[in-house]
């Protein structure tokens, strides 16, 4: 049953409404409020505040401060006109329901507008974002293909150019006839020279019993001494450079590898009974579930400091067992150290994850004593938080509904007060 909350104060002026609300514990995490165009609404478990504004409201402009357990509202009026009260006078249950669903029904087709409104601007976006990228990679095709084009002109002109010097260092340099004609005459009148016969044809010398001639000995023996030598063998020394892979920093999971070896690192150091401190404990004494036993029957017998010191071992061991904190968590509450009972009590929730039916029973008791601690400090919101948190896990469970309907008569009792 929620506790609804009637004390509040508001001024007005003819443009908007300000409201002020009280609430003992409010954060910005846990408060629920909602404000439609003639509906106001605030859930902070286990407050309600609700109002049903006396004429409409600009929903969309209107603001909600939260902190210093107060919730300030600024409401910005559609008409500016003063308002004689702050809720509609005369208004029944069934008026209030359909106010309530008109609202929630307004709020609905607000946000689906907001999100076809987004979806269709992210699309644009998209689209203009595209066209951009399209743009720039055929700016750079372009670019490309000129350049190869500037390349392929500049290669071939080259080649051309070396095949002209090829043939032309080929070509043998001719006389010509003109020139060659004035020579001759101004040799015979000299008579330094004679016309030249022409050497007689004489046939290749054969060797005796064999069809080769002396001419294609001597080419062969050129052949022969114009072939290379064998290299000789020997070894070469190459060094690559390393090939680097660059990874994006969003993509990087060099942080996560770190952690998770260094947790791996402080479970092996845990685990480890080889440690100088653990040298004189007996072989059982080692075993985290024999502590945990043995820590059970020290808190049965009412010596909750030796089963502390029990549990503390157990989890120097292994302090991954959630039993050792919630038991720890027992022991913390009958000694009074109730800041150590919460923090025992936290550690074991967050162990017991995911929640299952197999740890129901150990998250209901560790939500139980953690209540019951945040009871005796008297933080009875608090307490009566994980008192309903409990009975989400186990409803039928009448001593801690009992339990839970004392710390809310307590939270009651004490806004009355507070109000007188």
């Keep these: 049953m929620p506790v609804r909350v009637s004390e509040f104060s508001w001024q007005q002026t003819p443009a908007a409404v300000f409201l002020s609300l009280p609430l003992r514990g409010v954060c910005v995490r846990d408060a629920d409020v909602f404000c439609g165009e003639s509906y106001l609404k605030v859930n902070f478990s286990p407050f309600l505040f609700e109002v049903f504004l006396y004429a409409p409201i600009d929903d969309g402009n209107s603001k909600a401060k939260i902190g210093n357990d107060m919730i300030l509202f600024t409401l910005y009026k559609k008409e500016p006109v003063m308002w004689e009260t702050l809720s509609m006078p005369d208004i029944d249950k069934e008026m209030m329901q359909r106010i309530r669903e008109k609202s929630i029904l307004q709020a609905q087709e607000k946000a689906k507008e907001a999100t076809e409104a987004k979806s269709a601007a992210k699309r644009e976006d998209q689209r203009y974002t595209l066209g951009v990228m399209m743009k720039i990679e055929e700016e750079e095709r372009k670019k490309i293909e000129d350049m190869k084009e500037n390349e392929r002109k500049k290669a071939t002109r080259e080649l051309e150019a070396w095949k002209e010097c090829q043939r032309q260092a080929e070509e043998p340099k001719r006389i010509p006839r003109k020139e060659k004609?004035?020579?001759?005459?101004?040799?015979?009148?000299?008579?330094?020279?004679?016309?030249?016969?022409?050497?007689?044809?004489?046939?290749?010398?054969?060797?005796?019993?064999?069809?080769?001639?002396?001419?294609?000995?001597?080419?062969?023996?050129?052949?022969?001494?114009?072939i290379p030598a064998p290299r000789s063998a020997g070894s070469i020394q190459i060094s690559f450079t390393p090939r680097v892979f660059p990874t994006a920093l969003r993509e990087s999971q060099v942080a996560e590898e770190e952690e998770w070896l260094h947790k791996q690192a402080e479970a092996?150091?845990?685990?480890?009974?080889?440690?100088?401190?653990?040298?004189?404990?007996k072989e059982e004494e080692k075993n985290p579930d024999w502590l945990k036993e043995k820590g059970n029957k020290l808190f049965a017998t009412e010596n909750y400091l030796a089963a502390v010191d029990a549990y503390n071992l157990a989890i120097r061991l292994n302090s991954k067992i959630p039993l050792l904190y919630l038991n720890r968590a027992a022991c913390h509450l009958k000694l009074k150290n109730l800041h150590k009972a919460i923090e025992d009590s936290s550690k074991a929730l967050e162990l017991l994850t995911p929640p299952v039916s197999g740890n129901a029973n150990a998250r209901m008791k560790a939500h139980v004593r953690r209540g019951t601690a945040f009871c005796q400090l008297e933080l009875y919101?608090?307490?009566?938080?994980?008192?309903?948190?409990?009975?989400?896990?186990?409803?039928?469970?009448?001593?801690?509904?009992?339990d839970a309907e004392k710390i809310r008569n307590i939270i009651q009792g004490t806004a009355l007060k507070s109000h007188d």
């Design 181 to 226: 004609c004035q020579r001759g005459k101004q040799a015979e009148e000299k008579g330094a020279i004679k016309p030249p016969s022409l050497p007689r044809k004489v046939p290749p010398t054969r060797l005796p019993g064999r069809g080769r001639n002396w001419e294609n000995i001597f080419s062969e023996k050129l052949k022969e001494d114009s």
């Design 268 to 281: 092996r150091r845990a685990m480890s009974t080889d440690l100088p401190e653990f040298c004189d404990l």
């Design 381 to 402: 919101v608090e307490g009566l938080q994980d008192y309903e948190a409990a009975l989400k896990i186990d409803p039928a469970n009448t001593v801690v509904q009992n």
